[in-house]
């Protein structure tokens, strides 16, 4: 897998990138490629969706028929139905052979489904907060307006996760008061950034975040709730859908064969106990639906048992959020019911909640 992960004594902090310099003296490398897998390790999705992205258009509401979602669909009379308290406990008992902690959120864009999976969890972003860098850099300018060396940096930054390219669009928006001021300007509650500049990695890959956060990120990118253009939202997702192949591991395991996925993964390594944080967060879009999706580990014992974590867990609840029909939902307008029991229902760890339902949002 391209990239190097920089380390830091005593901190936590890291990334991912292909472009990276090597490390300096007194600065320990490790290549992700030469990580130990953890058993059980199921295998990685190889699922690596082609073509550009397009943001859903508004549809128009006619007389009787449901209004559309925040994406701009027509969602479904009734969405597939599933037991939240009993997906939680198909993720404990998933989870329970890997250690760690693991949060994730995910959001049906067109119906308004959400379930959250310890969702007061927060950990560090990793490379996922290139994500937030673009968008607040496009916040204040557009991209046809950026000079070269700007649009350069951005298209190594999110396609091929490149730290130095980060570094310097991080300078350019005002460090982590500018990542702070977008976010919030993004619907980000629960994400802050360490101040200070860059000192490898120690700054944005550290950032503090929520897979709820991360969703509403997603949002923001993916519908018309959001301060940013339409045309801008394209070219972020754009980029997203074009990562490197080795890169597109991750959520990308709970597409469907025809969806089209954009996302943003991160992995860092913690040098007091060589523990792991991997991410993976971003856009599945097909079958009717647009899911944003947000996964974050921490604690993990590699980097592969981190990508298994992620891929096993979006596999469950993709399940779940399709029910019966799996990936033909969406298709012909029929739902179908799922294996997951009745809708509405909450664990422990989880919960859903109903389209129509109010949100904090």
Not at 104 to 121: E, F, N, Q
Not at 307 to 328: D, T
Request: glycine residues 14%; hydrophobic residues 35%.
């Amino acid at each position: 897998m391209a990239g190097a992960v920089i380390l830091v004594a005593a901190a936590q902090v890291g990334g991912c990138g292909v472009h990276r310099d090597p490390s300096p003296v007194g600065l320990s490398s490790v290549t992700p490629s030469s990580t130990p897998q953890v058993a059980p390790t199921p295998p990685m999705s190889t699922a690596s969706p082609t073509g550009p992205f397009l943001a859903a258009d508004p549809l128009p509401v006619f007389p009787g028929t449901a209004p559309p979602s925040a994406s701009g669909r027509v969602p479904d009379a009734e969405p597939p139905r599933f037991h939240a308290g009993r997906l939680s406990r198909r993720l404990d008992a998933f989870l329970a052979a890997y250690g760690g902690r693991t949060t994730l959120s995910v959001r049906d864009l067109t119906t308004g489904r959400h379930y959250r999976y310890h969702r007061a969890l927060r950990l560090p972003t990793a490379s996922a907060s290139k994500i937030g860098i673009l968008a607040a850099l496009l916040l204040e300018t557009r991209w046809r307006d950026l000079d070269r060396r700007a649009r350069s940096d951005a298209r190594k930054m999110i396609r091929f996760s490149d730290n130095g390219a980060a570094d310097r669009l991080y300078e350019r928006i005002g460090l982590e008061n500018g990542l702070d001021v977008a976010n919030r300007r993004l619907g980000l509650r629960r994400t802050r950034t360490p101040g200070g500049r860059c000192v490898n990695l120690y700054c944005w890959g550290i950032t503090q975040t929520t897979a709820e956060d991360q969703t509403r990120l997603v949002r923001a990118l993916a519908t018309d709730r959001s301060p940013l253009e339409p045309a801008t939202r394209r070219r972020v997702l754009g980029l997203m859908e074009r990562v490197t192949p080795d890169q597109k591991w991750g959520i990308s395991a709970g597409a469907c064969e025809g969806d089209r996925v954009a996302l943003k993964n991160g992995w860092l390594r913690h040098v007091a106990n060589g523990r792991w944080v991997v991410v993976s967060a971003g856009l599945i879009r097909g079958h009717g639906h647009d899911y944003a999706v947000a996964v974050l580990t921490g604690d993990g014992l590699s980097m592969g048992a981190g990508i298994a974590k992620i891929e096993g867990v979006v596999e469950r609840v993709m399940a779940a959020f399709r029910g019966g029909l799996g990936c033909r939902a969406g298709e012909g307008g029929e739902s179908g019911e799922g294996g997951e029991g009745a809708a509405g229902g909450r664990g422990e760890a989880g919960e859903v909640r109903r389209a129509g339902t109010a949100d904090e949002d």
